[in-house]
Nanobody
Framework: QVQLVESGGGLVQAGGSLRLSCAASGSRFSINAMGWYRQAPGKQRELVASITGGRSTNYADFVKGRFTISRDNAENTVYLQMNSLKPEDTAVYYC??????????????????WGQGTQVTVSS
């Protein structure tokens, strides 16, 4: 089994910064793409940013220039540095990982995993 554990959420004033972390743990797996999604009350979950194993990145237009996604492949961890936060960034942020389960050292299946979510609240 693979688990994603997030940390780093909290309350911050508008214009402030937060850094989210998401660490994957388990056995016999390799990570393909990783990403961050968010869901505000009454709204659908939406993609914030994603990063491939080769570190190619993709950002939603509403965070371009403010958020930066990165990953540490050795630590199976993805980060989201959030700067210039706005009240509309308030949401539960979820980590996502596209994971290959390994069997005898080779990919045998591919599964989407989600973290438990971490609350980010930006006050005006």
């Amino acid at each position: 089994q693979v688990q994603l554990v997030e940390s780093g959420g909290g309350l911050v004033q508008a214009g402030g910064s937060l850094r989210l972390s998401c660490a994957a743990s388990g056995s016999r797996f390799s990570i393909n793409a990783m990403g961050w999604y968010r869901q505000a009350p009454g709204k659908q979950r939406e993609l914030v940013a994603s990063i491939t194993g080769g570190r190619s990145t993709n950002y939603a237009d509403f965070v371009k220039g403010r958020f930066t996604i990165s990953r540490d492949n050795a630590e199976n961890t993805v980060y989201l540095q959030m700067n210039s936060l706005k009240p509309e960034d308030t949401a539960v942020y979820y980590c996502n990982a596209d994971i290959s389960r390994l069997r005898l050292g080779v990919p045998a299946s591919r599964v989407d995993y989600w973290g438990q979510g971490t609350q980010v609240t930006v006050s005006s």
